[in-house]
């Protein structure tokens, strides 16, 4: 239902998350440049974060801020129509991923905060390849096979986390970073499978999150149940004159 003005309580809701989370991520990229500037290039006592940190930081909140982005231009470029449900849980996911974890470092004062993110992550990744199903075939997706919805969908998210993976490793190889957790708060290297633990722990939670959502895309098709189509980004149907 809209209001006099012509806007859903969920348009409202969007943009008040969209800016206030997009507000946050520019002045965070400000402040981590500004920081990057005068910050010492290795670690020492009493010294928290160094340069590459911040560049890091940089990276991450300009990238926070395309993401943004790209629900309007999709939209607009190519006619997509992306549920609010959807588009408010990317945003809320970006501030939760970047803002805390990165520049509050959730990631390393809440136990289990990384984890937490994965599996909620493989779980949208899953979720977003129903759409690519879709697109990619031009066919209604509740028509479709359900177990190759569901084994595609599992297959997806579970490619990104590697390429997640790899993302993290070209940081900590080129930046002297220690994304993968292969090192200790000392800066001493893990030795044998300790070195791994963190790696294949993000692996395990992600195909937890991505086949909790393929199993749900499964059931959903296969009962012709509704669940899925709030998970759909689809094409924005044309008004007629």
């Known amino acids: 239902m809209k209001n006099k003005y ?19 991520m520019f002045f965070a990229f400000i402040w981590s440049i500004v920081n990057a500037i ?24 300009f990238g926070g801020m395309f993401v943004l982005l790209l629900p309007t231009f999709i939209e ?13 849980f990317v945003i809320i996911f970006l501030f939760a991923a970047i803002i805390l974890g990165e520049f509050r470092r959730f990631h390393f004062i809440v136990p289990h905060f990384d ?14 390849s129903f759409t690519i ?10 028509k479709m096979n359900p177990m190759f919805v569901a084994i595609f969908a ?17 940081w900590d190889s080129t930046m002297n ?23 294949m722990w993000d692996f395990i939670i992600d195909g937890i999150g991505a086949f909790s959502m393929s199993l749900i895309g499964y059931i959903s ?8 189509n709030n998970l759909i980004i689809r094409k924005a149907k044309k008004e007629e004159d």
């Open 133 to 142: 199903i879709q697109v990619l075939n031009d066919y209604d997706i509740i």
């Open 38 to 61: 005068e910050a010492p290039l290795e670690y020492s006592q009493g010294v928290e974060l160094i340069k590459n940190d911040y560049i890091l930081m940089a990276t991450e909140s």
């Open 177 to 199: 970073l220690n994304m993968m957790k292969y090192m200790d708060e000392t800066g001493t290297p893990y030795v044998g499978l300790n070195a791994l633990n963190d790696t």
């Open 221 to 228: 098709i296969k009962h012709d149940k509704m669940w899925i």
């Open 6 to 24: 012509g806007i859903s309580p969920s348009t409202r809701i969007e943009r008040t998350v969209f800016w206030s989370v997009f507000i946050l």
């Open 115 to 128: 984890k937490m993110l994965h599996i909620v992550s493989g779980a949208f990744l899953a979720a977003l």
């Open 76 to 88: 607009k470029k190519w006619h997509f129509d992306i549920p609010s449900t959807m588009h408010i």
């Open 154 to 170: 599992f297959c997806f998210a579970m490619t990104m986390g590697v390429l997640w993976e790899l993302y993290e490793f070209a």
